[in-house]
């Protein structure tokens, strides 16, 4: 077996590339849950289906996206990182491709909701904490929250040119051009992406050579049974249960609503497809700064706390907001997008933190779970401001609840108790019989 190198005999840890595939490819893989906002309305124009249809086929990506999650935390136990982030972008692109030839709403749902779903949820946030838990013991917070921004990176780099693409060619040939964002990561992640540090003979960035940390064992148990145990002994603990709460109202209120509707709102009163994705970008490159932030203050600051500011921030913006969307982009509405984007997955680093404090070594599974809860609640609020804009002809009915759920979460995640001592011990939490 390799022995470990001196600090002296490298110059970058091999963690930090490492958190560089991973960031890449989360970047490569979130192309596609910017596109379908752009879609939505090119393809209501030339094929005729309903928002509703088409906010069903987000939903089911979003729902399958969180759902998978924790069992992609215990796939990646069981068959390592590498393999599973392999054939999740190879996923991605499939269904990215397949869907240019939907003639009928299922086809979307098959395609956009399945493949693209079980693709998109074997490297959600989950992706993020096991990359982290594994290869650092330093800089947690902030690495989690450089890893968060990766999905907002994505929608960064993807949204512009696939709006104007879906504007000026169609919106099939923004589609391929999605999946050759997710192909080109492939090669990168074969060659750089290492399971864990003790693979190569490393120890994990800031972990004390006199202690080094057990490296992870390789699962034997079925991914599915070990998922589920997870749940089953998380299920025991109420701050679990007020984290899935405060997460569901957190993934309603971004990708659910803003993520899924807000450019097709902005075209409701008059604004272009390609303005409205450039506001959203921004609120992509806000959002980086913001969760890079967020990790730095999940370093120093009482999670608890963070997390209730940012739920009633959040609040207090949406309520705004239907009085921002017109034709123009006015000064206001430029507010909203800078704080909305710093704010946006502000709440993952210390969900993560929080996660890792009641759950020991399990918690990236735990967090899995608590990340279905955040899809969950983004499906939901999909189909559900697709039904209120089919209904009422407008969303600010689906704006103000969304802004009430926030208020509701900060209330709860103000209130999440600390772990008493018997719920810190791994032997007590961790332990999968």
């Keep these: 077996m390799s022995s470990t190198p001196p600090p002296s005999a490298r110059r970058i840890h091999p963690a930090w590339i490492v958190a560089g595939v991973a960031f890449l490819a989360l970047v490569g893989a979130a192309g596609f849950r910017a596109a379908p906002s752009v879609f939505m309305v090119p393809i209501e124009t030339e094929l005729g289906f309903s928002r509703t249809d088409l906010s069903l086929a987000i939903g089911i990506n979003i729902v399958l996206y ?131 540090p003790d693979r190569i003979g490393h120890l994990p960035f800031g972990a004390d050579p006199a202690n080094p940390p057990a490296p992870p064992a390789r699962s034997t148990v079925n991914p599915a049974l070990l998922a589920l145990r997870a749940l089953r002994r998380a299920a025991h603990h109420r701050t679990f249960w007020a984290l899935v709460v405060g997460f569901a109202v957190c993934g309603a209120s971004t990708n659910g609503l803003i993520g899924a509707h807000f450019i097709p709102a902005a075209h409701d009163h008059g604004m272009t497809e390609p303005v409205a994705a450039g506001l959203l970008a921004t609120v992509g490159v806000f959002d980086i700064a913001g969760t890079v932030l967020s990790g730095w203050l999940t370093d120093r600051v009482n999670p608890r706390i963070l997390l209730a500011i940012y739920y009633a921030g959040r609040g207090v913006s949406l309520v705004f907001l239907p009085f921002l969307l017109s034709a123009e982009v006015q000064p206001p509405m430029w507010f909203f997008i800078v704080f909305y984007g710093l704010d946006w997955v502000a709440t993952v680093p210390p969900t993560i933190a929080l996660c890792r404090e009641l759950f020991g070594e399990s918690g990236p599974l735990v967090f899995g779970w ?59 939490i961790a332990r999968v019989p």
Excluded: K, N
Excluded at 111 to 138: K, P, Y
Excluded at 380 to 405: H, K, M, N, P, S
């Design 66 to 196: 969180g759902l998978t999650a924790p069992f992609a935390a215990a796939l990646m136990d069981r068959f390592g990182i590498r393999r599973v982030t392999f054939f999740a972008l190879i996923l991605i692109a499939l269904g990215a491709v397949l869907g240019t030839f939907a003639t009928a709403p299922f086809v979307l749902w098959l395609t956009w909701g399945l493949l693209i779903g079980v693709g998109t949820g074997s490297m959600a946030m989950v992706f993020a904490a096991t990359v982290t838990q594994r290869w650092f013991v330093r800089h947690r917070g902030v690495v989690s929250g450089v890893l968060s921004a990766g999905s907002a990176t994505g929608q960064l780099v993807f949204l512009p040119p696939t709006a104007w693409l879906a504007t000026e060619y169609g919106w099939r040939e923004a589609s391929l051009v999605v999946a050759t964002g997710a192909l080109v990561v492939v090669p990168l992640v074969a060659w750089f992406l290492h399971d864990s």
């Design 370 to 428: 608590v990340f279905a809860s955040h899809q969950l609640g983004a499906g939901v609020a999909t189909v559900l401001a697709g039904i209120v804009r089919d209904t009422t002809g407008q969303y600010t009915i689906a704006w103000f609840a969304a802004a009430g759920l926030c208020l509701v979460a900060a209330l709860v995640s103000f209130r999440i108790r600390r772990a008493p001592a018997a719920e810190h011990d791994p032997e007590q």
